[in-house]
């Protein structure tokens, strides 16, 4: 595990961004339950490769939009323990809970992600503050 | 109707909306300067048109951002952005004959 992120969007801790470097197949698919156990708040977990910043949400999502196919990527834990405060869970607390596998498919080519190199970015930012 | 090129277009938007049109006056190299610029300007949720009048190498300077934002479309197309969507779905249809 690289990093992990609890995000203000999920409000307390319903959501958690995972970023993990592979190691071995289906890694990404354990990280799910492991996350999801840590404490009964987590209702989604989206677990992305290293290369993604966590704490960018843009980022995440972008993974989700570039590396995640819904029919095996998704994993839905139904009648879990879930919050009160969650007003989509029943009013004992029970809610479902999802993982999202964001990675990359493990030992195989895929696209590369294209980033600006930091220098042309460092560049760019001493010139918007010149340029206002 | 608006004058139909860029040129004027540019000029046109500057006058309605000062400071949304952003003249880069250093020379930049034509490989990523252009791009990192509007990368730079997207993280701090910012789409002027950006003109980079020296380009290493060319003598023809580089537009970019020409319609990034949903106010140089709706400025482009001639109505209020709250008409923008409406406005653009219904010319999309109307093809250019020549």
Do not use: C
């Amino acid at each position: 595990v690289k990093a992990v992120h609890v995000p203000l969007s999920g409000t307390s801790a319903f959501t958690a961004y995972v970023s993990i470097r592979q190691g071995r197949p289906g890694e990404a698919k354990h990280v799910i339950p492991i996350a999801l156990g840590v404490d009964h708040y987590v209702k989604l977990v989206i677990v992305v490769d290293d290369d993604i910043d966590v704490f960018d949400e843009s980022d995440v999502l972008w993974a989700v939009a570039t590396r995640m196919q819904p029919d095996r990527d998704l994993v839905v834990i139904s009648g879990s323990l879930g919050a009160l405060l969650d007003p989509s869970a029943d009013e004992r607390g029970v809610t479902a809970k999802l993982g999202i596998d964001a990675t990359r498919p493990f030992g195989e080519p895929f696209a590369e992600k294209l980033v600006m190199s930091p220098a042309r970015m460092a560049w760019a930012r001493a010139l918007v503050e010149r340029l206002g | 109707m608006m004058a139909q090129d860029l040129r004027s277009f540019i000029a046109a938007y500057a006058e309605a909306h000062p400071g949304e049109v952003v003249r880069v006056t250093e020379p930049v190299s034509i490989e990523y300067d252009v791009m990192a610029l509007v990368l730079e300007y997207e993280r701090r949720r910012r789409y002027p048109i950006l003109v980079f009048e020296r380009v290493d190498g060319y003598d023809i300077p580089i537009v970019a951002n020409v319609v990034a934002s949903r106010r140089a479309l709706a400025f482009a197309l001639g109505v209020p952005e709250s008409a923008l969507a409406t406005e653009y779905a219904r010319r999309i249809k109307e093809h250019i004959t020549t």
